[in-house]
C-alpha cells in the first residue's frame, strides 16, 4: 500500500471504561513508581492509572463506574493524595484497597513471581523507560531500574529466581554490567544513541508483532497507549525527525505513526514531509466530568520522566580579513556534551557561499568552541550576514534540535602564529585519567584543549573533553588532563587512541586544530605520588613507637629525655 501524507487531528472524545480488569491506580510523584506500575498492571492485563496531580485524584473518578474494583498503589513518601482510600469511598465507591510502597519497582517484581525475563535500564535516562515499556508488555517482560547503589538488591531478586532471559538496554554503571555478566545478558547500547537503541527495540518487537502501526513520541512522558504495548514506540525529534528513525521507517512497511501530546502537533507537518507515513496527533481527551450540553475535552494524563537538556546556541560569527577564514564561535550551555553539524550561507551582496560540516563536530558540556571554515573569494565589502542551520543533540545519530537564524557577520584582521606538539599520551591508573603532553614548539604563547575522539568505554564509542583549557608559555610543555574510567578490557580495547588538539593564541578562538593517533603508556603506582603520605606515617609511627617507658611508673618519655617527667627516675 502506497504511504499516504495525511495529518489528523484526533480528539478521543469519550473515555472507553475498562471492561472486566481491576483499576490500579498510582499515587506517587516519582515517576518510577507511576512507570512500575504501568508496566505491572499491563502485564497482568489489568487497567492501570496514574495520578498527576493533587487534585487530579478526585478529576479521574468519574472516568470509572461505582461497581469497579479499585487498588491504590501509593508512595509511602512522596504520594499525591494522602488517604485516599477513604477519599474514593467517600464517592461512592465500595470496593477499594490501598498499599503503600517504599520501593515500588522492586516490590512489584516480586509480586510477579512468574515472570522470568528481565530488561535492565538506568533510571538516570527516563526516554529508555519508554522505548522499551511496548517490547516488555507484549513479551510479560519486567523493567527494573539498576544502578551501582542499588545493582545489589536486583541481583537479590534475579537470585530468587529461575532466570529465562535478561536484556541491558542503553548505558549503565559498570557495575551493573559487572554484576549481570553471570547471565549472560543481550546489551542494546549503539554507542549510547537512544535513536539507535530505540530501532533495535522497535525490530524486537516487530518480529514477534508485525504492526503498520507505530506510536511517535519524544520519550519524555508517561502516556496510557504508550505503556500498552498495543504498538511499538518510536522516537523523534522535537524539531525534527533523526535520520535513523527516518531510514528505518523508509525500510519497513509502517504506514500510521500516531502523535502523542500537544507539544508534538507543530511536529506532525515535519514527519509528513520527512517521513511520507499517514500522521495521526492524540492530543486530547474526552472531559471526565460533566459540563452541559456540549462534549468538552481535556488534556491527555502524562506524566514527565528525566529528560536531557541541551541548548547549543551561537555566540558570534566572524570573517577573518588576514586568514580568509569564517570563524563560528559556538555555547554549550547544557550539563551534558553535544554533537552538531551546520550548513552555513554567508552572503556578501549580492553573493552567497555555501559551506559546512561533513561529519557531526563534538562540544563539551558548559564549553565554548570555535569552528573556522576556509571561504574563498569573499570581498568583505559592505553588510554580510550568515544564514545557518545547524541540528545538534546528544550523540551522532541523535541530533534532533535545530538552530535556524541569520546572524550579521563582523570582519577582523588577526593572525595565529600557534603551534604545538602531542609529545606523550598516557593513561594513569590510579587517577583514572589521560595525560595528554603537549609542547609549545611555537614563538608565542598557546592556549589548548583536547578530546579523545571516538574510544571505546564498555563498548560505547565516545569523545570525551579535557578538563580545561591550558596556557603554554614560548617552549613551555605540559599535559592536558582527561577524565575516564578504564578497565583492562578497555584498555585492550584502545591500542591507540585518537587525539584531537584546539589551540590558538587567542583561548577564546582557538581557531587551529592538531590530531593523530598515539599508542598509549600505562602510568601506574609511583612511589612520588605517595610521598607525602608515607613520610606522614612515618612520622606518626616515629612519635608513637619512639618513646621511652619508664620501668618505675610506666610513663611513656621523649626518646632524649634522661629523667621520667613524672616521677624522675633516670631513664636508660
Known amino acids: 500500500m502506497k504511504k499516504r501524507l495525511l495529518v489528523f487531528l484526533i480528539l478521543l472524545l469519550a473515555v472507553v471504561p475498562f471492561a472486566a480488569a481491576d483499576i490500579y491506580i498510582s499515587n506517587s510523584r516519582d515517576w518510577r513508581d507511576v512507570y512500575s506500575l504501568m508496566v505491572y498492571g499491563n502485564i497482568k492485563e489489568e487497567a492501570p492509572r496514574f495520578l498527576v496531580s493533587d487534585n487530579h485524584g478526585s478529576l479521574i473518578l468519574p472516568s470509572i463506574r461505582k461497581e469497579e474494583t479499585i487498588e491504590v498503589f501509593t508512595s509511602d513518601s512522596q504520594p499525591f493524595v494522602v488517604g485516599y482510600e477513604s477519599m474514593i469511598k467517600n464517592e461512592g465507591y465500595a470496593s477499594v484497597t490501598e498499599e503503600k510502597y517504599g520501593n515500588m519497582n522492586l516490590e512489584l517484581a516480586e509480586m510477579l513471581p512468574d515472570v522470568k525475563d528481565f530488561i535492565i535500564i538506568d533510571d538516570a535516562y527516563g526516554y529508555n523507560s519508554i522505548a522499551v515499556a511496548p517490547y516488555a508488555v507484549l513479551t510479560t517482560t519486567y523493567v527494573l531500574f539498576a544502578n551501582s547503589n542499588n545493582i545489589g538488591d536486583v541481583m537479590d531478586l534475579l537470585g530468587s529466581r529461575d532466570v529465562n532471559s535478561v536484556i541491558i538496554y542503553g548505558h549503565v554503571d559498570r557495575e551493573v554490567l559487572e554484576e549481570l555478566d553471570e547471565y549472560n545478558p543481550e546489551i542494546i547500547n549503539k554507542d549510547g544513541d537512544r535513536f539507535a537503541n530505540n530501532v533495535e527495540i522497535v525490530k524486537k518487537y516487530r518480529d514477534i508483532n508485525p504492526k503498520q502501526q507505530v506510536v511517535l513520541t519524544n520519550g519524555e512522558f508517561i502516556e496510557a497507549e504508550i505503556m500498552s504495548g498495543l504498538e511499538p514506540v518510536l522516537f523523534i525529534g522535537r524539531e525534527n525527525v533523526p535520520a535513523k528513525i527516518n531510514e528505518y521507517i523508509q525500510s519497513t512497511d509502517i504506514e500510521v505513526g500516531v502523535l502523542i501530546g500537544n507539544e508534538l502537533v507543530g511536529t506532525a507537518t515535519i514527519v509528513r514531509r520527512q517521513v511520507g507515513i499517514s500522521t495521526f496527533v492524540k492530543f486530547a481527551q474526552g472531559s471526565r466530568s460533566a459540563a452541559g450540553a456540549i462534549a468538552q475535552v481535556e488534556g491527555l494524563d502524562m506524566f514527565p520522566v528525566p529528560k536531557v537538556s541541551i541548548n547549543l546556541e551561537i555566540l558570534s560569527v566572524k570573517y577573518n ?38 561529519d557531526a563536530m563534538f562540544i563539551d558540556k558548559n564549553d565554548v568552541k570555535t569552528m573556522v571554515y576556509k571561504v574563498d573569494g569573499v570581498a568583505p565589502e559592505g553588510e554580510m550576514t550568515l544564514d545557518a542551520y545547524v541540528i545538534y543533540g546528544e550523540s551522532k545519530n541523535a541530533m534532533e534540535f535545530v538552530i535556524d537564524e541569520t546572524f550579521s557577520v563582523s570582519t577582523i584582521e588577526v593572525g595565529d602564529e600557534a ?26 604563547t598557546a592556549y589548548v584543549n ?17 578538563e580545561d583549557t ?24 584502545n591500542p591507540t587512541v585518537h587525539i584531537r588538539a584546539h589551540y590558538g593564541e587567542r583561548e ?24 607525602p603520605i608515607i613520610i606522614i606515617v612515618l612520622l606518626i609511627l616515629l612519635l608513637l613507637l619512639g618513646r621511652k617507658r619508664c620501668p618505675s611508673c610506666g610513663h611513656k618519655n621523649p626518646r632524649g629525655r634522661k629523667h621520667c617527667k613524672k616521677c624522675g627516675r633516670v631513664l636508660k
Do not use: P
Not at 552538531?340 to 555555501?354: C, I, S
Not at 591550558?470 to 580495547?493: A, C, F, H, P, Q
Not at 577564546?508 to 603508556?521: A, M, P, V
Open 321 to 358: 580579513k588576514l586568514t580568509g577564514m569564517v570563524e563560528i564561535t559556538f555555547k554549550n550551555n547544557a550539563d551534558v556534551a553535544a554533537y552538531f553539524k551546520g550548513t552555513y550561507t554567508l552572503k556578501v551582496g549580492d553573493e552567497e557561499f555555501v559551506f559546512g560540516d561533513e
Open 419 to 444: 603551534q604545538i606538539e602531542i609529545t606523550k599520551v598516557q593513561y594513569d591508573k590510579t587517577a583514572d585519567r589521560f595525560l595528554i603532553h603537549i609542547e609549545n614548539i611555537g614563538e608565542v
Open 450 to 466: 583536547t578530546e579523545l575522539v571516538d574510544i571505546m568505554v564498555m563498548g560505547e564509542t565516545l569523545t570525551i573533553g579535557s
Open 470 to 493: 591550558i596556557r603554554l608559555e614560548r617552549g613551555k610543555t605540559g599535559y592536558s588532563i582527561v577524565r575516564v574510567e578504564l578497565s583492562n578490557l578497555d584498555l585492550e580495547d
Open 508 to 531: 577564546d578562538s582557538l581557531i587551529k586544530i592538531l590530531e593523530g593517533d598515539f599508542e598509549i603508556s600505562i602510568k601506574t603506582f609511583s612511589v612520588w605520588t605517595y610521598l
